[in-house]
């Protein structure tokens, strides 16, 4: 069974930075394409930021210069470093594993920037 598992979300002032964490179990995480989408309340699910298996990586416009995207295969995470937020980074955090045809979320963590 598939689990992408969240964590570090919360509730932080604008400026202020956060490190979420997605541990993966039941795929062969290295080979999987992770990202990191937002889903902000009335709004569409976007990509934030992705890191392929190569560890190539790719990221939102709204979010270059302020996160980072990393993966350590070996134990099987991928990490989401989020710093300077701003008020519109406000929304719920998904995790995503993809691997060909097959692709699988995680259960989504709040994150909230306000004063």
């Known amino acids: 069974q598939v689990q992408l598992v969240e964590s570090g979300g919360g509730w932080v002032q604008p400026g202020g930075s956060l490190r979420l964490s997605c541990a993966a179990s039941?795929?062969?995480?290295?080979?999987?394409?992770m990202g990191w989408y937002r889903q902000a309340p009335g709004k569409q699910r976007e990509l934030v930021a992705d890191?392929?298996?190569?560890?190539?990586?790719n990221y939102a416009d709204s979010v270059k210069g302020r996160f980072t995207i990393s993966r350590d295969n070996a134990n099987n995470t991928v990490y989401l470093q989020m710093n300077s937020l701003k008020p519109e980074d406000t929304a719920v955090y998904y995790c995503?594993?993809?691997?060909?045809?097959?692709?699988?979320w995680g259960q989504g963590t709040q994150v909230t920037v306000s004063s």
């Open positions: 890191i392929n298996s190569g560890g190539s990586r």
């Open positions: 995503l594993a993809a691997w060909y045809r097959y692709s699988y």
């Open positions: 039941g795929i062969t995480f290295s080979l999987n394409a």
